[in-house]
């Protein structure tokens, strides 16, 4: 017989039964925040009602707030009917919230980690947990370095007996190259890179998954997915919300931290790729790194040729009238923030060469759209009288990740007559309808990711590092000209975005 | 699942075209403009008369998750030769966009004669490059050459081991089956059904310290309804299988039955016991040396609890869902699965190898 480890696997060694993580405990620093009310507990919850955490599993909740056990379970109780559609059976909760604790504590103090060690040594012990633990920092950026620090000196960057011992963090990872850098040398000094989860929820959506389920499982998209074939690429992340109640927070971060350093990086990532050899987290992860390296450095005397920084101002979204952006609660009225942001860059490597990509993210515009649109040359030479070709554009194949998840592909055809004239059509495809399985919540395929230790969908130090390192030369332009171009809100970006195609005789799509 | 189902007018024999064409026109909207159709497979079903409505009303809500062109085969080889064919197509807006989005569903009534050549209905309606799902919901007679022709167009069956008024020679006979070379893959949906209580089950073995009392058994105790004595054989055959648990006798234990297996480190004898009639399964329960494990499911609820005991001290617990279990759910799993399922084929086989002590 064999031994005990692989004997542990026998009844669960099949395709059918769905893999779930060794045993293990949750730590959340920053537990009385909106992020574990709203995504972290609902998605726990999620995972724990449809049997996808192990049997010996517990939360441990941390922050300053004075509150009991009790207290933070029903707190999260409340949150959990509040922000999670469907019912909560009461006898699941009340298992699940059984394995939830709260340590109340400040998370710069060396004794907080003292208790926290011990509670989780209790933890082994009465929920049979295995010494493994993932901390989640969830707190805000500035206590990270202190966190990190403290769970290092307190021995819990490893975890009891041989179990494990992972670090989540959440973005922004840094607000430059050298600050990353500095975060990440702080993270690494007491983690090992291969122990730390930088994540970006983006990765965890199905839909941004299936970019690359839609390149590299099917063979008919690679061979034309180069600059022989592709004019150029258009990468749009369009919200129609403003900035709400995250004034504050938006008037430090702007649009080019806020999205386009993560998910629209990511995005280009993705669409710009080699093929990784396997899909795991090293394989992918060396591809994408090799997108962000192969990017031309915009000099930073030319910054202006290449990207466009814009501000909403009052306007119409789907027939509401909106405030603009300086008018909004926590912004200062003589703000020069970002809400939207266009970029040219250009990736040098042979599949690349001279193809721009522009890339265009923002707040207010006129509807929630993300997609990646890949634009064919047009055909060399039409035999068709050129008065019959005017309704013909080149062809343009549409990766929609939302709201319609799908492909659409825009091709020639005749227009039924006597005569030869052709015209485009849209063939779509919405790939989502053909499976409506309930997509998981991008945080409930994460947390499972973490648990299981497959890094795959989580940033590397040198990919968050690499992103920061093709902005920075517009950030640092940006400080020194605090100036911004105004677009309406329910619009598409300011006119320098569009000059910004323009000039090079193409123009923006409409999402 | 909200959408609109549409009907063609009209019945009757109808030809391979006609059936396309008259399809093409359900997918016109009010408006003149033309719905998509969305289909990642193609499923046939072979039913009677008397199931025919529930069985149309399940394909139809699978429609939404596993959109496909249905063909449903009403067969009733008895009748007076007659053959009638309706037309019905499942559609729903998809977005904001309000683009519509239809599943297909071929209903063809066959008496008399015809209904002896169902693949001749079927085969001509398959979307091609499709994988084709065959679905028998009652009785099917594996045996018939009726029974061949249908599945020489299959990629995979699916049987429910239930529904045959003979529990017993149903499951022989899909084990014979599923020795055929020539037969594609096999699903029983009494065996989708254990699905979470095997999970469940595996979970409990999630600590290494436990993982050893895997090869330590002594004894099991599992609950049934009426009609689920092949989930619950299933179940035991599943742990006879990988675990190395070895046949060895039977014999009757009041109501149910005792089966005792040798295993490599001692006997093992397990009781199947039937129970109250609203759950197929009810509890499994098993022990070792120094630990029990339980899967029970609650009376009335569809929550299920787990429970790891050491003596009477109780060591880990939990509820959570066990999931829905209506006809719907049970195939939906089934469709999403393509190839031959090893572990099934091994437990259905134990399960037989029991059956014959």
Redesign the interface.
């Given at each position: 017989?064999a031994d005990?480890?692989s004997?542990?696997n026998?009844?669960?060694d099949?395709?059918?039964?769905?893999r779930?993580p060794?045993?293990g405990v949750v730590v959340i620093f920053g537990a009385s925040g909106d992020l574990t009310a709203r995504k972290l507990v609902p998605a726990l919850y999620d995972l724990?009602?449809?049997?996808r955490l192990?049997?010996?599993f517990a939360v441990v909740g941390i922050s300053r707030t004075e509150m009991s056990n009790e207290e933070f379970r029903g707190k999260l109780r409340r949150a959990l009917e509040e922000h999670r559609s469907g019912e909560v059976?009461g006898?699941?909760w009340?298992?699940?919230a059984?394995?939830i604790f709260y340590l109340p504590g400040d998370s710069k103090k060396a004794e907080t980690y003292k208790g926290l060690k011990e509670l989780l040594k209790r933890l082994d012990s009465e929920?049979?947990t295995?010494g493994n633990r993932a901390f989640y920092l969830s707190s805000s950026p500035s206590l990270f370095p202190a966190i990190v620090e403290n769970l290092g000196e307190a021995g819990l960057s490893e975890g009891e007996d041989g179990g494990w011992s992972r670090l989540v963090v959440e973005k922004p990872f840094g607000r430059d190259l050298e600050s990353a850098q500095e975060l990440n040398a702080e993270l690494q000094r007491y983690f090992d890179e291969t122990q730390i989860y930088r994540i970006d929820h983006y990765l965890g959506k199905e839909t941004v998954q299936n970019i690359l389920a839609l390149r590299f499982a099917n063979g008919i998209f690679e061979p034309v997915w180069n600059q022989h074939y592709v004019d150029h690429v258009q990468i749009t992340v369009a919200e129609d919300i403003g900035v709400g109640t995250r004034g504050a927070f938006y008037e430090e971060a702007g649009a080019l931290r806020d999205i386009v350093q993560n998910h629209v990086m990511q995005v280009l990532c993705l669409t710009a790729m080699e093929p990784p050899v396997a899909f795991d987290a090293e394989s992918v992860r060396e591809e994408k790194v090799k997108v962000l390296r192969a990017v031309r450095p915009i000099p930073e005397g030319e910054v202006e040729d290449y990207a466009v920084r814009g501000q909403y101002e009052r306007g119409w979204v789907f027939g509401e009238e909106v405030p603009g952006y300086r008018e909004e609660e926590n912004v200062d009225p003589e703000s020069v923030t970002e809400t939207y942001v266009a970029l040219k860059v250009f990736i040098d490597n042979y599949r690349w060469a001279r193809v721009p990509f522009y890339i265009r993210a923002g707040k207010r515009l006129p509807k929630k759209a993300t997609e990646v649109a890949i634009q064919f040359h047009a055909s060399p030479h039409t035999p068709f009288a050129r008065d019959d070709t005017k309704g013909l554009a080149p062809n343009v194949l549409v990766v929609r990740v939302q709201?319609?998840e799908g492909l659409s592909l825009k091709i020639g055809a005749k227009v039924p007559g006597t005569g030869f004239e052709v015209s485009s059509v849209n063939m779509?495809l919405?790939y989502?309808?053909?499976?409506?399985?309930e997509a998981p919540d991008a945080y409930q395929r994460l947390l499972l990711d973490l648990m299981l230790g497959d890094p795959t969908l989580f940033i590397r130090a040198d990919e968050a590092e690499g992103s920061w390192k093709i902005l920075d030369p517009v950030m640092r332009h940006w400080s020194q000209k605090p100036e911004v171009s105004f677009y309406q809100a329910g619009t598409w970006g300011p006119e320098e975005a569009d000059d910004l195609l323009e000039r090079d005789g193409r123009e923006w799509r409409r999402p | 699942?909200i959408g609109e189902s549409r009907r063609a007018p009209g019945g009757g024999r109808m030809s391979v075209g006609q059936i396309e064409r008259e399809l093409g026109k359900l997918r016109t909207n009010d408006d003149g403009t033309l719905a998509?159709r969305?289909?990642?497979l193609n499923l046939i079903v072979v039913t009677d008369e008397e199931s025919a409505p529930e069985i149309t009303d399940s394909v139809s809500k699978l429609a939404?998750?596993h959109?496909a062109r249905a063909v449903l085969l009403i067969s009733d080889p008895e009748g007076e030769t007659n053959v009638d064919v309706g037309l019905s197509a499942f559609c729903h807006a998809?977005?904001?966009?309000g683009?519509q989005?239809c599943a297909e569903q071929v209903t063809i009534h066959a008496e008399g004669p015809p209904a002896m050549h169902l693949e001749s209905f079927a085969g001509p309606l398959l979307i091609p490059d499709l994988p084709v799902f065959l679905w028998y919901p009652g009785e099917f007679s594996p045996r018939s050459l009726e029974f061949a022709a249908m599945a020489d167009l299959a990629d995979r069956i699916i049987v429910d081991s239930a529904a045959s008024e003979s529990h017993e020679a149903c499951l022989r006979e899909i084990a014979t089956l599923v020795e055929d070379p020539e037969m594609p893959a096999i699903g029983d949906l009494q065996w989708v059904g254990l699905?979470?209580w095997?999970?469940?089950?595996?979970?409990?073995?999630?600590?290494?310290e436990?993982?050893?009392d895997?090869?330590k058994f002594e004894s099991a105790e599992v609950l049934y309804a009426p009609g689920g004595e092949n989930r619950a054989l299933l179940l035991v055959g599943w742990l006879a299988s990988?675990?190395?648990w070895k046949p060895e006798r039977a014999s009757r234990n009041g109501e149910g039955q005792k089966i005792e297996f040798s295993g490599?480190?001692g006997d093992i004898s397990v009781v199947l016991s039937p129970d109250s009639p609203d759950a197929r399964l009810r509890r499994i329960r098993l022990y070792s040396e120094e630990y029990s494990f339980q899967v029970s499911r609650?009376r009335e609820?569809s929550?299920v609890?787990?429970t790891?005991m050491r003596g009477d001290e109780l060591?880990?617990?939990?509820?959570?869902?066990l999931?829905a279990f209506d006809l719907g759910v049970l195939v939906g799993e089934e469709l999403r699965?393509r190839g031959r399922?090893?572990?099934y084929e091994g437990s259905l086989r134990a399960a037989v190898e029991i059956l014959d002590l």
């Open positions: 017989m005990t480890q004997l542990q026998i009844l669960r099949e395709q059918r039964l769905p779930v060794e045993p724990a009602a449809q049997r192990p049997l010996e059976s006898d699941v009340e298992s699940f059984g394995g929920r049979g295995q709201p319609e779509d919405l989502g309808t053909a499976f409506l399985e | 699942m998509l969305s289909s990642v939404g998750r959109p998809r977005g904001g966009s683009t989005v699905s979470p095997r999970s469940l089950l595996a979970d409990t073995f999630g600590a290494p436990r993982a050893g895997l090869e990988t675990l190395g490599t480190s609650h609820l929550d609890r787990t790891v060591i880990a617990e939990r509820t959570v869902h999931g699965y399922d090893e572990t």
